[in-house]
């Protein structure tokens, strides 16, 4: 006989227990908005059944698949599903027929309220002699834009490796595109953008493969640029939506002591001028900056980019770098006066010194730059991983990752970084990994830390169930901002601290009450709409 319980998209299902939680009767969603909602699936005979939708809503039907992890966590809180190795529900495949019997299968429905008329719109999935049926109200209101930027560091020698596709060639934009398209669908709208390759999470004296899109010609001491590569970076970031474009770092990560890897046209060969060699303060490569900037500064002046692309120096800088540091700050800011620059780094020093106009500190740092920093950004990473902070890790519940939007409110957060969109490489980009096996990256990060799209078939990227409940988030921070222009931050603010959202670390660990909450928004929000009606 089969069993079919309807959960929240915040259940993780796993293959050898049912869900506790009580089974779905339905939810709500605002014009513009995703939802989702999954169904358990538990039989005593294996069998496969054909997956019949019925709805005048648009859904789409994904079958969760479990990744065998190896490494969950390295210590962390108490606020885990489990701590040991097995499989976790995590890759989302679209499917129309499923094989049950034996084990817990789930599947996931995603709804797209677009532009449908208010109402209540039943959606009935059947499975054979089976069905069930979940209740979705489409709220009259729409979801208003996302304010926020949000980058998740896209690593196209990641894309190129595991596809074997040449770098800048046709089938490399190709795949580029369909990843940069399908991160701006769940809320990525800021694109780590290659000028040189990035000096990220490369270990010393080694190098990534070259994913450069700046020309470089030299000629004795003189330089002189080639833009084409990145003119169509740009115009295919902004075909799939991207607001802005984050130009990667002109300094080595964790202290900016050395140049980026910089291949250049010399003497009729293409070799490398530049990288862990060289010293950062080095008169060739600050003369080669100069030249760069003003070069840049005019291509992007020339096409009306200036104003949405933003710099950084160094990826979070130690504390006891900070002269280095201020140092290539200073050159910087001096090279690109009219752009924003930014780094992920938590050491409030770092901009109380004015070092740096735009500091994004991890979320266990945030509360203290909270006031003190005009536009306020944050990020996590590998961390962190205990004291009950929002984080996507395969291990942890679902409501850890999707509290974050509504954290984000009450921060007023500008901005949002996280640096593995599909970082398919071991830790210091030593080998490659098999993303579908994940050891943590060879057991240095924890499943889920470095990336939230797989690769699929045909260049096509297969999105992770965390992706879906991180852009359900960010469609809370934007019904709250919806929520505030109607009664105000004070008595929105008021709401969350009620409902015990009361700051990074301290919000309800339940998935009941977030969802309860977005509810009660709703609610708010479809009555303040009849009134304003």
């Given at each position: 006989m089969l069993k079919c319980t309807p959960c929240s998209s915040?259940?993780?299902?796993?293959?050898?227990?049912?869900?506790?939680a009580a089974g779905l009767s339905g939810f709500s969603l605002l014009q513009g908005e995703y939802g989702a909602f999954q169904i358990a699936l538990e039989s005593d005979r294996i069998e496969t059944l054909p997956i019949e939708i019925e709805s005048a809503l648009a859904v789409r039907c994904f079958r969760v698949d479990c990744i065998e992890a190896k490494h969950v966590c390295h210590r962390g809180d108490d606020d885990y599903l489990?701590?040991?190795?097995?499989?976790?529900?995590?890759?989302?495949?679209?499917?129309?027929?499923?094989?049950?019997?034996?084990?817990?299968?789930?599947?996931w429905f995603e709804i797209g309220a677009g532009d449908y008329p208010a109402g209540v719109y039943p959606v009935t999935v059947r499975l054979g002699d089976t069905a069930c049926t979940v209740q979705v109200e489409v709220i009259g209101t729409v979801l208003?834009?996302?304010?926020?930027?949000?980058?998740?560091?896209?690593?196209?020698?990641?894309?190129?490796?595991?596809?074997g596709v040449e770098v800048f060639s046709e089938e490399y934009w190709r795949i580029t595109e369909n990843f940069v398209r399908e991160a701006v669908r769940h809320g990525v709208n800021f694109i780590l953008t290659p000028l040189f390759t990035p000096p990220l999470d490369t270990a010393e004296g080694k190098e990534r493969p070259t994913v450069q899109l700046v020309d470089v010609w030299k000629t004795g001491e003189n330089y002189s640029f080639g833009f084409d590569k990145l003119r169509r970076w740009f115009t295919m970031g902004d075909r799939c939506g991207v607001r802005a474009y984050e130009m990667s770092h002109l300094f080595t990560q964790w202290g900016a002591m050395h140049a980026p890897k910089v291949m250049a046209y010399e003497d009729g060969a293409y070799r490398q001028i530049f990288g862990w060699k060289t010293w950062a303060a080095s008169r060739k490569y600050t003369a080669f900056l100069r030249a760069f900037a003003a070069a840049l500064r005019a291509f992007l002046a020339q096409t009306g980019m200036l104003s949405r692309c933003w710099f950084h120096i160094s990826d979070e800088p130690s504390s006891d770098r900070i002269r280095d540091y201020a140092r290539r700050s200073r050159l910087i800011r001096?090279?690109?006066?009219?752009?924003?620059?930014?780094?992920?780094?938590s050491d409030l020093a770092f901009y109380r010194r004015g070092l740096l106009p735009q500091p994004i500190p991890c979320i266990n740092h945030a509360a203290e730059f909270y006031g003190k920093v005009p536009q306020l950004w944050t990020y996590y990473c590998c961390g962190p991983e205990d004291g009950y902070y929002p984080n996507r890790f395969m291990a942890m519940p679902s409501y850890r990752n999707r509290v974050l939007g509504m954290l984000m409110y009450k921060y007023d957060i500008r901005g949002f970084l996280q640096w593995g969109l599909n970082f398919w490489y071991s830790i210091l980009s030593d080998h490659p990994i098999d993303p579908y096996a994940p050891g943590g990256a060879d057991e240095s990060f924890a499943a889920g830390d470095a990336y939230v799209l797989y690769p699929g078939d045909a260049g096509e990227p297969v999105v992770s169930l965390r992706f879906k409940v991180f852009r359900e988030g960010l469609q809370d921070q934007r019904a709250l901002a919806l929520l505030e222009s109607r009664i105000g931050r004070e008595k929105t603010c008021a709401l969350l601290d009620e409902a015990g959202i009361r700051a990074f670390n301290e919000y309800p660990r339940s998935a009941e009450a977030l969802l309860a909450l977005r509810e009660t928004i709703n609610r708010l929000i479809k009555e303040t709409s009849e009134v304003s009606e």
């Amino acid at each position: 006989m089969l069993k079919c319980t309807p959960c929240s998209s915040l259940e993780k299902i796993f293959p050898d227990k049912a869900p506790e939680a009580a089974g779905l009767s339905g939810f709500s969603l605002l014009q513009g908005e995703y939802g989702a909602f999954q169904i358990a699936l538990e039989s005593d005979r294996i069998e496969t059944l054909p997956i019949e939708i019925e709805s005048a809503l648009a859904v789409r039907c994904f079958r969760v698949d479990c990744i065998e992890a190896k490494h969950v966590c390295h210590r962390g809180d108490d606020d885990y599903l489990r701590r040991t190795p097995g499989p976790y529900p995590d890759v989302l495949k679209p499917c129309s027929l499923i094989t049950v019997g034996g084990e817990v299968r789930a599947l996931w429905f995603e709804i797209g309220a677009g532009d449908y008329p208010a109402g209540v719109y039943p959606v009935t999935v059947r499975l054979g002699d089976t069905a069930c049926t979940v209740q979705v109200e489409v709220i009259g209101t729409v979801l208003p834009e996302q304010t926020l930027l949000c980058t998740h560091w896209l690593h196209t020698d990641c894309l190129s490796t595991r596809y074997g596709v040449e770098v800048f060639s046709e089938e490399y934009w190709r795949i580029t595109e369909n990843f940069v398209r399908e991160a701006v669908r769940h809320g990525v709208n800021f694109i780590l953008t290659p000028l040189f390759t990035p000096p990220l999470d490369t270990a010393e004296g080694k190098e990534r493969p070259t994913v450069q899109l700046v020309d470089v010609w030299k000629t004795g001491e003189n330089y002189s640029f080639g833009f084409d590569k990145l003119r169509r970076w740009f115009t295919m970031g902004d075909r799939c939506g991207v607001r802005a474009y984050e130009m990667s770092h002109l300094f080595t990560q964790w202290g900016a002591m050395h140049a980026p890897k910089v291949m250049a046209y010399e003497d009729g060969a293409y070799r490398q001028i530049f990288g862990w060699k060289t010293w950062a303060a080095s008169r060739k490569y600050t003369a080669f900056l100069r030249a760069f900037a003003a070069a840049l500064r005019a291509f992007l002046a020339q096409t009306g980019m200036l104003s949405r692309c933003w710099f950084h120096i160094s990826d979070e800088p130690s504390s006891d770098r900070i002269r280095d540091y201020a140092r290539r700050s200073r050159l910087i800011r001096e090279l690109f006066p009219d752009s924003p620059v930014m780094d992920a780094l938590s050491d409030l020093a770092f901009y109380r010194r004015g070092l740096l106009p735009q500091p994004i500190p991890c979320i266990n740092h945030a509360a203290e730059f909270y006031g003190k920093v005009p536009q306020l950004w944050t990020y996590y990473c590998c961390g962190p991983e205990d004291g009950y902070y929002p984080n996507r890790f395969m291990a942890m519940p679902s409501y850890r990752n999707r509290v974050l939007g509504m954290l984000m409110y009450k921060y007023d957060i500008r901005g949002f970084l996280q640096w593995g969109l599909n970082f398919w490489y071991s830790i210091l980009s030593d080998h490659p990994i098999d993303p579908y096996a994940p050891g943590g990256a060879d057991e240095s990060f924890a499943a889920g830390d470095a990336y939230v799209l797989y690769p699929g078939d045909a260049g096509e990227p297969v999105v992770s169930l965390r992706f879906k409940v991180f852009r359900e988030g960010l469609q809370d921070q934007r019904a709250l901002a919806l929520l505030e222009s109607r009664i105000g931050r004070e008595k929105t603010c008021a709401l969350l601290d009620e409902a015990g959202i009361r700051a990074f670390n301290e919000y309800p660990r339940s998935a009941e009450a977030l969802l309860a909450l977005r509810e009660t928004i709703n609610r708010l929000i479809k009555e303040t709409s009849e009134v304003s009606e």
